[in-house]
């Protein structure tokens, strides 16, 4: 593989179906941008499952993984025996990763005809548990983005620097929270008090925005909870 690294972070999204079945059930010659985006979704998660909780070297890691998309996604056809009502296409994805790695590893000690290596110690975190925070932070920041190209698209360069200063700064970038005072006169408002409801519109249009992102790849009965579980993954994380 190149030397470029495909994943700084990455984290398992709960599972595209109307992606994965676009990648899984179209001909070999016409399921190419759909496969790409899938495991633009997914191999972020892999590497970083290998890297940080199987322990093994960034190069390795790369190397596995290629081995594991041409051999297992590829000609194996993984994808397409995804079955939605089996459960979730990211744990199959990690239990066949998993399975790969192993078999690739021991291979060298079985054909020598030595012992397997021992298993690596149980970290004690829980299967994805490695995935949470990544996971959390990639998708605040596609809802972020997304609601600041929509704040530009529509002109509203107040509502954006408003939730800037007032929440994105203060929360993620550890500055100051903005007075209301200075907001009046950076954005030409007429007054605080219609600068705190400029923050009310922000805090609307981005729940909205970050219910449009989970609603990507969730149910809608689930987008609630999905929150929910950012929110506090989140919440630990500080």
């Not at 998660?45 to 297992?72: C, N, T, W, Y």
């Not at 548990?129 to 920041?141: C, E, M, R, S």
Request: glycine residues 6%; negative net charge; proline residues 5%.
């Amino acid at each position: 593989m190149t030397n470029q690294s495909p994943i700084e972070d990455g984290a398992f999204q709960t599972t595209r179906w109307t992606l994965v079945a676009r990648a899984g059930g179209l001909s070999v010659t016409q399921r190419g941008p759909a496969l790409s985006e899938l495991l633009r979704c997914y191999l972020p998660a892999m590497r970083s499952h290998l890297v940080r909780r199987q322990r093994i070297a960034p190069e390795r890691a790369d190397d596995l993984l290629q081995g594991f998309i041409v051999r297992k996604i590829l000609e194996y056809d993984l994808i397409a025996r995804a079955d939605q009502a089996r459960g979730k296409f990211r744990t199959l994805l990690l239990t066949s990763l998993d399975n790969f790695v192993r078999n690739e590893l021991g291979r060298p000690a079985r054909e020598s005809g030595q012992e397997l290596p021992e298993a690596l110690p149980d970290d004690g975190l829980e299967p994805g548990a490695d995935f949470d925070v990544p996971w959390a932070q990639a998708l605040l920041g596609q809802a972020i983005e997304r609601m600041r190209a929509e704040c530009e698209r529509e002109g509203r360069t107040d509502v954006w620097g408003v939730f800037d200063a007032r929440i994105l700064g203060p929360t993620l970038r550890d500055e100051p929270t903005m007075e209301y005072a200075q907001l009046v006169e950076r954005f030409g408002l007429k007054s605080p008090a219609q600068a705190s409801n400029v923050l009310i519109t922000a805090k609307r249009m981005f729940e909205r925005t970050l219910r449009s992102v989970v609603a990507e790849y969730a149910d809608e009965s689930a987008i609630d909870e999905e929150i929910n579980d950012l929110r506090i993954v989140l919440s630990r994380a500080q």
